[in-house]
């Protein structure tokens, strides 16, 4: 946990008297009493929330006026909902003209529409409404206040954009930490940097402006910490690194304790969904934020997973009215964890997986998710950046931007060697070298690709 400030603890209120800024006080104070009701009171208070959305899909939307035709959502309740059909991705997309709602309650304001990152190579379409934008507030400044974070101090993000912004080794420079936490503290100064700006350069810039607070991707994190513990040294300004955008191992974040002695934390959002769950603030756990979205982990056949057991993530919206999704498969696999101690009924994502094409397939079918000794890797070589691809059950390529290309036959066998005893499989493993290894269309990198079907 990052260090506790007084400010922070309690719910702020705004430094205007904008009409707006009021509003969302009153829905923090709301979220503050709500994350200690019991798992019974949270599920009350979501029934009323879906029984309405339920209607107005069924009445508004095209699209669910058919698929909600056999439900009765008069009297839809937390056990029934299930009976409504998943939604998968690519139905999403093909759906897309007639999903939308073709009207809205007029306390929800106008919708605005937006485009996923097509980071899986199927972008879809998406609606949202002020009272979305209201909640998308909200869970941020909840995660602020969870997190404890004290707004005085200087923060950083590091992070991809396609464009040109933020690429110069000095990167750009603001006056606060932006919205919405500036509508209530006086927020110490803020830069940004685009991780396209190579990691040396990275590093030199946060050694020059020394922040308490960074936020990047988990990938570009990991090759932050390994420069550092290279050439031994470090970042004592630094309490906290905030990841988002990709999943974290349990490696990453003991490197970051080990390199920093910083604490990482993460959150669970989506273009589609807004935040979806937050690290809960005594564990490394995440919090589903029930107040705006159910979430289910099923298996394949559709039957829930037991505790621990991982799973396809679904998850129904609560709130966007514009653009309905109920029971939407965002095509990211976790698993529930046990009720936490920390005293929040809200529900407990023990982990958080990434995509089916981050599972690795075994010859025999049985998938996994992959571990391939990312530390006794970075031992054997300096390697910059590395992804493996999976072409066929049996072989993987391992593609590497190293400081000194081409690395000698006796690193490559080492690399070989423990690639199949971490994947627990001995793999055929080819070895490519790239002078760089490319985001998805919304700044993503995995680190793992499978290009095979499952079986």
């Known amino acids: 946990m990052s260090q506790l400030h007084p400010a922070a603890t309690t719910i702020p209120k705004p430094l205007t008297g904008n009409p707006e800024d009021a509003l969302l006080h009153s829905v923090l104070q709301q979220l503050d009493k709500s994350q200690w009701w019991s798992r019974a009171q949270l599920e009350q208070g979501c029934l009323p929330q ?5 209607q107005h899909a069924k009445t508004h939307s095209p699209f669910y006026q058919q698929r909600l035709r056999q439900i009765d959502v008069s009297s839809a309740n937390l056990e029934n909902y299930v009976e409504i059909p998943v939604l998968n991705r690519a139905q999403l997309q093909a759906i897309n003209a007639t999903i939308d709602a073709d009207s809205l309650p007029p306390d929800h304001g106008a919708p605005k529409e937006t485009m996923t990152s097509g980071s899986t190579g199927a972008p879809v379409r998406i609606r949202g409404t002020g009272v979305t934008a209201l909640l998308w507030q909200a869970f941020n400044l909840r995660e602020h206040m969870w997190q404890q974070r004290d707004p005085h101090q200087t923060a950083c993000s590091i ?25 209530f ?88 969904l807004g935040y979806i769950a ?19 982990v099923l298996r394949e056949d559709g039957t829930p997973c037991d505790v621990h057991e991982i799973g396809r993530l679904v998850i129904t919206s609560l709130r ?42 075994l010859p025999d079918g049985n998938r996994r998710w992959p571990n391939f000794g990312f530390q006794k890797m970075m031992d054997i070589a300096e390697l910059r950046q590395f992804q493996l691809v999976q072409w066929q059950p049996d072989a993987i390529e391992l593609k590497l931007v190293v400081a000194a290309s081409p690395l000698s036959p006796v690193q490559e066998a080492n690399l070989q060697r423990v690639l199949c005893e971490s994947l627990g499989y001995p793999f055929h493993i080819t070895i490519s070298y790239h002078a760089a290894l490319p985001r998805s269309a919304g700044g993503k990198f995995e680190d793992f690709i499978s290009l095979i079907s499952p079986a």
């Open 50 to 54: 879906l029984q309405r959305l339920l």
């Open 159 to 183: 992070r991809w954009r396609s464009d040109s912004i933020g690429k110069s080794a000095a990167g750009i420079a603001l006056p606060d930490w932006g919205a919405p936490i500036n509508q």
């Open 185 to 272: 503290y006086k927020t110490g100064p803020s830069y940004y940097l685009n991780s396209a700006v190579d990691v040396a350069q990275q590093k030199l810039w946060l050694e020059n402006i020394r922040p308490a607070y960074l936020m990047s991707h988990p990938s570009n994190v990991a090759a932050l910490a390994e420069l550092f513990r290279r050439e031994g040294s470090d970042l004592p300004s630094l309490l906290e690194i905030r990841t988002v955008g990709e999943s974290i191992s349990l490696e990453l974040r003991k490197l970051v304790r080990d390199v920093f002695s910083a604490s990482l934390t993460d959150f669970y959002s989506s273009q589609e």
């Open 278 to 296: 937050l690290q809960c603030p005594q564990h490394e756990h995440y919090h589903v934020q029930t107040e705006s979205v159910l979430v289910e």
């Open 320 to 361: 966007n009215y514009a653009t309905p999704l109920l029971r939407y498969d965002i095509g990211d696999y976790g698993a529930l964890g046990e009720p936490c101690s920390c005293g929040r009924g809200l529900p407990v994502l023990h982990s958080i997986n990434g995509r089916v094409r981050n599972m690795l397939q």
